[in-house]
């Protein structure tokens, strides 16, 4: 079992930055593809950013990518998204998760989430 605990959301005005953070309980945390989703009022869930069980790989949805970096410390059971440039239609709650995921962009292939943390971006 691995749980996961978001928090650095908040409200920002377009263009500015925030940095959320994941915090996992476990020893297995280091086996696991990390992600983060994002899901707007109204709209499905969305892949935002995902990192591979070493931090070696990184992947980013179109949208985010140049503005949004993922990482991950396995000696401290984190994994961060710093986000930067950031826009309205970024506004969304943001979930983490964990997973052994294939596809890394498929939200089903996670096992573990979180309960998420809400990122309000003002114009």
């Known amino acids: 079992q691995v749980q996961l605990v978001e928090s650095g959301g908040g409200l920002v005005q377009a263009g500015g930055s925030l940095r959320l953070s994941c915090a996992a309980s476990g020893r297995t945390f280091k086996r696991y593809v990390m992600g983060w989703f994002r899901q707007a009022p109204g709209k499905e869930r969305e892949f935002v950013a995902a990192?591979?069980?070493?931090?070696?790989?990184?992947y980013y949805a179109t949208s985010v990518k140049g503005r949004f970096t993922i990482s991950r410390d396995n000696a401290k059971n984190t994994v961060n998204l710093q986000m930067n440039s950031l826009k309205p239609e970024d506004t969304a709650v943001y979930y983490c998760a964990a997973g052994s995921a294939v596809v890394v962009t498929h939200g089903y292939e996670y096992d573990y989430w979180g309960q998420g943390t809400q990122v309000t971006v003002s114009s």
């Open positions: 990192v591979s069980s070493s931090g070696g790989t990184t």
